[in-house]
T-cell receptor, first 112, second 110 residues
């Protein structure tokens, strides 16, 4: 596609369940980022992938959060044993290395 | 670690008035980027500033990068209702990750 694609666009889950969020970056973009945005707040960095290098996981808030990027393309962010404070919009972005970031529409997660 | 702070948090103006948002970093930045997020939308890249003292214009928007490369501003002349949204500045953290400010939400009433 022409832009960064994220799915699902909305996810409602119960506390304690696991969720997977998917990001399909722009073709050819080597860098992929996950950010989290809580209601009315700024963007909180979660994790960064660059090519075949080890990901920068320094922003992951707890060991319940993990992410992988297969074949240098699609990425999945997994949240295990979800908590209510995990409710937020999860934004994925991709970019050519060191250049501007292109964001997807985001996945809105609501944990009941 | 490096922090990026923006003021004001909110700004409400009448259409036609000017608007300015300020961004300050705790450390010197190699560059700074600005993004706009419309209500219900996702952040969209506006511009990147790299040079000390750099000034760039995009129609009614003027972006400045401070001489010390620790601060930046975005000024909108004669706001329009289409300018509504949240404006974020972002500076590089470690490697190629970006550290975003909390943003300035602009509301423009006709």
């Amino acid at each position: 596609g022409a832009g960064v694609s994220q799915s699902p666009s909305n996810k409602v889950t119960e506390k304690g369940k696991d969720v997977e969020l998917r990001c399909d970056p722009i073709s050819g973009h080597t860098a992929l980022y996950w950010y989290r945005q809580s209601l009315g707040q700024g963007l909180e960095f979660l994790i960064y992938f660059q090519g075949n290098s080890a990901p920068d996981k320094s922003g992951l808030p707890s060991d319940r959060f993990s992410a992988e990027r297969t074949g240098g393309s699609v990425s999945t962010l997994t949240i295990q044993r979800t908590q209510q404070e995990d409710s937020a919009v999860y934004l994925c972005a991709s970019s050519p290395l060191g250049a501007k970031m292109f964001f997807g529409e985001g996945s809105r997660l609501t944990v009941l | 670690g490096q922090q990026v702070m923006q003021i004001p948090q909110y700004q409400h103006v009448q259409e036609g008035e000017d608007f300015t948002t300020y961004c300050n970093s705790s450390t010197t930045l190699s560059n700074i980027q600005w993004y706009k997020q419309r209500p219900g939308g996702h952040p969209v890249f506006l511009i990147q500033l790299v040079k000390s003292g750099e000034v760039k214009k995009q129609k009614r928007l003027t972006f400045q990068f401070g001489e010390a490369k620790k601060n930046s501003s975005l000024h909108i002349t004669a706001t329009q209702t289409t300018d509504v949204g949240t404006y974020f500045c972002a500076g590089p953290n470690s490697g190629y990750t970006l550290n975003f400010g909390k943003g300035t939400s602009l509301l423009v009433t006709p």
